[in-house]
């Protein structure tokens, strides 16, 4: 069984028995579960009833192969239910996000499984901020969606169809007026860039932001089709192509981008990975470096996932802020960054969230930001990786029997360093041990009975260590 419910919407792969995977009956029933949420919450028309403000969904997808059928399912599915459609067709994530903001729209639907194989997508649900759904708002849609009481349009109330061109312009303009985005100082630097799109929407819209930053650019992966030639997670072990590239010397920075644009890794001028981490590090300390120079009063608080690296935590102190940690999950980030009036945030897996923009993870954003960064440097991208502090995660799962009580045994491992010195313990989102120089990270899975093991250390042999001795502490009858 493959279809996966969650708060934040749902994904499976394409095919198979109803309810075993994502099929056209599952799409309208969660879609129809959405609408219903939207109508009875009122969206930005105040609407309550099918004939006063009809309300409007913007609906954007990914290049995959399932993404006609499962764009024209959701589509009908939202104008049966009475709902305008503004669909803006093949367009990244963060696209889409901001599209509900400029059309003032009462939600969106973003038809894509982001990193995952060809063979799976998935719907992801926006309020009408274009961010994704609370926990709670997803809770209420997955309990409607299980209930099936669903209130369709009649004939004269069908929703109407509409198709819209303009938000890939509409997100570029956004990155263009950002502060900290210097086009000027980027055009002189004259940059030129390897780019691998992995046949996605990234290479739609990625030429038209080069262009108006003036960098000369070569995509690699670029037609949209869907049928990716790598595996599409932004891994160093997927991306040998571009690696490989970069070694010709031809190029001052490569960029890596998922299928949904909402993911960035960078990849130094000779050919090495610039380091997932170290997207959000890179950014994070250009705009809280910039600010600082401003003389702003505003707090220089970040925020990121627990199982990022700490590099965000040094580079934020360097600089006088406070940096803060969420449990995992852009929607948690998100809230964490609101509470604490943080500058910018996002996770360790190249997603950049800058509030100026909006909040949301955006691969364009971090372009933008971290190519401004590098014109006022004039360094090599390898020398700029090189200011920061290394740190190495490595990521290790622990298998258990179905019947095995996960939280028993994550609150064992809180026991057992509740009264250590010199220890931190979060339980935000299962376990973190914070040591002085190093971290580990439990948590369970949603979907199959496993504790994931992220840990951190100054060299991959330490932080690999570490995760092995607290899963044995943990499970030793394993």
Not at 58 to 82: E, F, K, P, Q, W
Not at 330 to 350: L, P, R, S
Request: charged share 25%; aromatic share 6%.
């Amino acid at each position: 069984m493959t279809l996966i419910k969650s708060i934040s919407g749902i994904r499976g792969t394409i095919g198979g028995r109803a309810g075993d995977t994502l099929n056209p009956l599952d799409i309208v029933k969660f879609t129809s579960a959405y609408a219903t949420f939207i109508r009875r919450n009122g969206g930005n028309g105040q609407d309550a009833d099918f004939n006063q403000n009809r309300p409007t969904i913007v609906v954007g997808r990914d290049a995959r192969i399932s993404g006609i059928m499962v764009d024209h399912v959701v589509c009908g599915t939202l104008m049966g239910m009475g709902y305008d459609v503004v669909n803006i067709g093949l367009a990244t994530t963060p696209t889409t996000e901001l599209a509900v903001s400029v059309l003032g729209a009462d939600g969106g639907i973003i038809i894509t499984a982001s990193h995952n194989p060809r063979q799976w997508n998935a719907l992801k649900l926006l309020n009408r901020e274009g961010e994704f759904l609370t926990a709670a708002d997803g809770a209420q849609v997955l309990a409607l969606a299980e209930q099936e009481d669903f209130e369709y349009a009649q004939v004269d109330e069908l929703g109407h169809y509409i198709n819209c061109d303009e938000a890939d312009q509409w997100h570029i303009d956004d990155v263009m007026s950002l502060e900290l985005v210097d086009a000027e100082a980027i055009r002189k630097a004259g940059f030129k860039v390897c780019v691998d799109t992995i046949n996605s929407v990234g290479g739609i819209i990625l030429p038209k932001l080069f262009e108006q930053l003036g960098v000369e650019y070569t995509i690699l992966n670029g037609e949209p089709t869907g049928d990716f030639v790598h595996n599409p997670e932004p891994l160093e072990k997927n991306l040998t192509g571009i690696m490989d590239e970069m070694k010709s010397g031809k190029y001052d920075l490569g960029i890596v981008v998922d299928p949904d644009v909402d993911r960035l890794a960078f990849i130094c001028e000779d050919g090495k990975m610039f380091g997932e981490e170290y997207t959000l590090v890179s950014v994070a300390d250009y705009v809280l470096n910039s600010l600082n120079q401003q003389n702003t009063q505003q707090a220089l608080n970040t925020v990121s996932n627990l199982s990022s690296t700490r590099a965000l935590r040094d580079v934020t102190e360097k600089h006088g802020g406070q940096y803060a940690a969420a449990a995992v999950g852009e929607v948690n980030v998100t809230t964490k960054m609101k509470e604490v009036g943080a500058v910018i945030g996002g996770e360790g897996n190249g997603g950049v969230i800058y509030p100026e923009s909006h909040y949301g993870r955006d691969a364009l954003v971090g372009i933008a930001l971290f190519l401004s960064n590098l014109a006022h440097k004039g360094k090599k991208v390898s020398e700029l990786r090189a200011e920061y502090p290394d740190y190495y995660i490595a990521k290790n799962r622990l298998d258990l029997t179905p019947d095995t009580d996960v939280d028993a045994i994550l609150e064992k491992v809180k026991e057992m360093f509740a009264a250590e010195p010199d220890v931190q313990v979060n339980d935000i989102d299962g376990v973190k041990i914070d040591f002085p120089d190093k971290w580990v990270h439990l948590r369970k899975s949603n979907t199959e009975p496993i504790i994931r093991v992220y840990s951190e250390a100054h060299t991959m042999e330490e932080a690999d260590q570490l995760g092995k001795k607290l899963m044995e502490m943990a499970y030793p009858q394993r």
